[in-house]
């Protein structure tokens, strides 16, 4: 055991609530007894056209069909909105914080549903019926949001494109999902900056060619910037909503009908486009959101990811309007006008239920205690983090000073595949541990394998391959027009189960911490050591921001460890001896690395994650074959890390 692993565990938050404790424990107990019963009582979570008699009719096993709630029959946007309007409909559902900080607009569940209607009514005036793929290309504005529920009113598709992709990128995203139109805007609003979309997506659909499938661009005006228009094929969405019926009979969809399509972040590749259906993922986004988040009604949830990743969909849009509680869409930047923008934010608005990435807490960590200090966030109860492991000390941090030690920080682990989380503490019915991502919600059963898919059973002290024994709700029907590479990335590897792609290391009570990526796993004469590990060990010292390891070939110990370390200040930069000392005396002395990068940043992909593929090959030396850069943030990282290591690179 390493010595990383033996601090984080005496770190154990007691908050634990006796009578949560049960209920878990209770759930716990019904779903591993009778699953089907259990399943179809979250079920009635929603509201039903017809309500399911059959829960899960799912099966690993050869063509993989994942199948869930299939005699059902429902609407998402009645779900979210209209069976809302009786009791809640003058409570707001949206609280919209513009970029300007003087901006800002609320919608009632009665004025999203009357907009979600016109705008539903206006895309069926365009012919786009159920079953067609429909793009969205907005920033964080309210219609981003309307435009979604629309499309689920009339079944068609959405297919949510995050706002900064080039135009190759959306190019061949609307190639890939074949989709007949596009909702976007004259361009968007990012701190001091405009992005313009509509002139990207021009210029995406001229290098889609004569095999582009749109015939319809609908264009938001969001900042008065003129643009120019197609006519025949662009139309103004003032223009073409305005004046249509606040009434749309929504479109009763079975269970199993394609709800959306969503790109993955393409850390590790070529982006994938993941189905999900409509049952399934509504029930499953509803459950996830309330049992770890305690989506009460009256209170303000805020989830600061876009909404074009999956915590966007789930935890922004669908799994608080389905439980009627109020969401918060921040179209800004985190650090605009002025550092302590977030915090502004969260008092203004009251906002109960914070969510964010690590990347985002390790830079609001940069910027000192003081910011937050001096803002009351007396409101805020629970603190979420997803998308990549969070170090133990940005944990700490992030409870001590943004949650005053009063709010317990919930650590998700899930992915877009996932729909929502999979694993997560739940607060008062266990203690919190720093980096550790816990345990499977209720009705989540995680196994971990050997490298050769072999379950490691029982649920003592090991690591391996994260894997999950049985479907869940939420879980992605397939890869959009390729149900061949669906089966072989995620159910070849390990007999009957789902694998994730992720390592993790589980301990004595069944809690697991996840190690990284196992395509990143660094293998050193022998030891097998997760990034997350030699990461969060460089993490601990005050001087270091962030840090990514990488694994290089090594001709006496098989691999050698590189690690790219950003500084909290350029003024004392820490020195590359202190480092190693920091990660031999924390792991052992067979993790002192080869060589420590002190760099101003990290390659990342647009939804903050780093890139260790990218930085593999740097580090390597094979710049000639970097693979696709079109889920980068900032290409221009690549060239200086390049130049960096040319520079200091010494062979061995
Ligand atoms: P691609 O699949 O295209 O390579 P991606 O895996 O980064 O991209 P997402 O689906 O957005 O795309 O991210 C899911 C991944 O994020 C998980 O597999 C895991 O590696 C990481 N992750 C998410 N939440 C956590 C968490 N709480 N702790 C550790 N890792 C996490
Ligand atoms: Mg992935």
């Not at 494109?161 to 007949?180: K, N």
């Not at 876009?306 to 922004?316: M, R, S, Y």
């Not at 921040?330 to 006008?337: K, N």
Request: proline share 5%; aromatic share 8%.
């Amino acid at each position: 055991m390493s010595t990383t692993q033996t601090e984080t565990a005496i770190w154990d938050i007691e908050t634990v609530d006796p009578a949560k404790a049960l209920e878990i424990e209770t759930m716990r107990g019904n779903v591993a007894s009778n699953p089907e019963a259990f399943w179809l009582e979250q079920a009635g979570r929603l509201d039903w056209a017809t309500f399911p008699t059959i829960a899960n009719t799912s099966s690993f096993e050869g063509d993989v069909s994942i199948r869930w709630y299939e005699d059902g029959q429902l609407n998402v946007s009645v779900n979210c909105l209209d069976r809302h309007l009786a009791d809640r409909g003058d409570e707001v559902a949206l609280v919209w914080q513009g970029n300007d900080p003087g901006v800002s607009r609320q919608l009632t569940f009665r004025e999203l549903h009357a907009e979600v209607c016109r705008i539903a009514n206006a895309l069926k005036s365009l012919g786009i019926r159920r079953g067609d793929r429909v793009a969205i290309h907005l920033p964080m504005t309210p219609e981003v949001v309307a435009c979604m529920l629309a499309c689920a009113r009339i079944g068609a598709v959405h297919v949510v494109l995050f706002g900064g992709f080039s135009p190759e990128g959306i190019g061949e995203r609307l190639i890939d999902s074949g989709a007949v139109a596009v909702i976007t805007c004259d361009a968007a609003r990012r701190g001091p900056k405009t992005i313009p979309h509509k002139v990207t997506i021009d210029a995406a659909l001229k290098h889609t060619g004569s095999i582009g499938s749109v015939k319809n661009v609908i264009v938001v005006n969001v900042s008065d910037t003129v643009v120019p228009m197609l006519p025949g094929r662009d139309h103004d969405y003032t223009a073409l909503v305005s004046g249509q019926s606040t009434t749309c009979e929504p479109e009763i969809m079975n269970a199993e009908d394609v709800f959306f399509l969503l790109y993955t972040s393409g850390s590790t590749g070529k982006p994938k486009a993941i189905v999900h259906t409509t049952g399934g993922y509504l029930v499953w986004a509803a459950y996830t959101v309330d049992v770890t988040f305690a989506a009460e009604r009256g209170t303000t949830h805020w989830c600061t990811a876009d909404v074009a990743w999956i915590t966007g969909h789930t935890f922004v849009v669908y799994g608080p309007l389905a439980n009627g509680t109020t969401t918060l869409l921040f179209e800004g930047l985190m650090g605009w006008p002025h550092a302590g923008r977030w915090w502004e934010i969260i008092d203004r608005f009251n906002v109960s239920s914070f969510f964010t990435a690590p990347t985002a807490i390790r830079a609001l960590m940069r910027d000192g205690d003081d910011l937050p200090r001096r803002h009351s966030l007396a409101s805020l109860r629970r603190l979420g983090s997803a998308g990549e492991p969070i170090s133990p000390d940005a944990w700490l941090w992030y409870y001590e000073i943004v949650g005053q030690k009063r709010c317990p920080v919930i650590d998700m682990w899930w992915q877009t595949e996932t729909a929502g989380p999979m694993l997560s503490a739940i607060a008062g019915a266990q203690p919190l541990r720093p980096g550790w991502a816990t345990t499977g919600i209720p009705g989540v059963c995680p196994s971990l394998t050997n490298e050769k898919g072999e379950e490691l059973v029982g649920s003592g002290e090991a690591e391996g391959c994260l894997c999950f024994n049985t479907s869940w709700p939420g879980q992605t029907r397939s890869i959009w027009g390729d149900h061949k590479r669906f089966c072989e990335t995620y159910f070849s590897f390990s007999k009957g189960r789902y694998f994730s792609g992720d390592g993790a290391r589980r301990d004595g009570q069944g809690y697991l911490m996840i190690t990284g990526r196992m395509d990143d796993v660094i293998n050193v004469s022998g030891h097998r050591i997760g990034t997350a590990e030699i990461e969060d060990a460089v993490a601990t010292d005050h001087s270091v921001a962030e840090a990514a390891a990488v694994g290089i070939s090594h001709d006496l110990k098989g691999q050698g460890i590189v690690v790219f370390v950003v500084a909290r200040s350029t003024r004392v930069p820490p020195s590359e001896a202190h480092l190693t000392k920091v990660i031999s005396e924390r792991i052992g002395r067979y993790a002192t690395p080869e060589k420590i990068y002190l760099v101003a940043e990290l390659p990342k992909t647009r939804s903050g994650k780093i890139v260790r593929r990218l930085l593999r090959k740097i580090a390597s030396q094979e710049t000639d074959s970097l693979g696709d850069l079109s889920s980068l943030a900032d290409v221009t990282v690549v060239p200086a890390l390049i130049g960096q290591v040319k520079e200091q690179f010494q062979p061995a």
